[in-house]
């Protein structure tokens, strides 16, 4: 059975740090790109990161771009997401998905604010 369960989410100040984890199970972690993506009360699903299968080329949307970094382990079949300089606009769900379906499991919330 397909699962992807978010974690690491919290409350956090302006400028602080979170590192986030999905661990997949229920399918060939090593054989998909991957990516995180996060939604926010009254806005659109917005994608933030994309990382290749081997981990080795990677993306993320201008709003995140130098504060956030994606990374896998394949072997223990987990992504990350390390949220650097956070702000208050980064507050949302933050999901886990495959790039290949729209399997959306379950989130983890963050929220920065003071």
């Known amino acids: 059975q397909l699962q992807l369960v978010g974690s690491g989410g919290g409350l956090v100040q302006p400028g602080g740090s979170l590192r986030l984890s999905c661990v997949a199970c229920?399918?060939?972690?090593?054989?998909?790109?991957l990516s995180w993506s996060r939604h926010a009360p009254g806005k659109e699903r917005e994608w933030v990161a994309v990382?290749?299968?081997?981990?080795?080329?990677?993306n993320y949307a201008d709003s995140v771009k130098c504060r956030f970094t994606i990374s896998r382990d394949n072997a223990k079949n987990t992504v990350y997401l390390q949220m650097n300089s956070l702000k208050p606009e980064d507050t949302a769900v933050y999901y886990c998905?495959?790039?290949?379906?729209?399997?959306w499991g379950q989130g983890t919330q963050v929220t920065v604010s003071s």
């Open positions: 998905k495959r790039t290949t379906d729209n399997y």
């Open positions: 229920g399918f060939t972690f090593s054989k998909y790109a």
């Open positions: 990382i290749g299968i081997t981990g080795g080329s990677s």
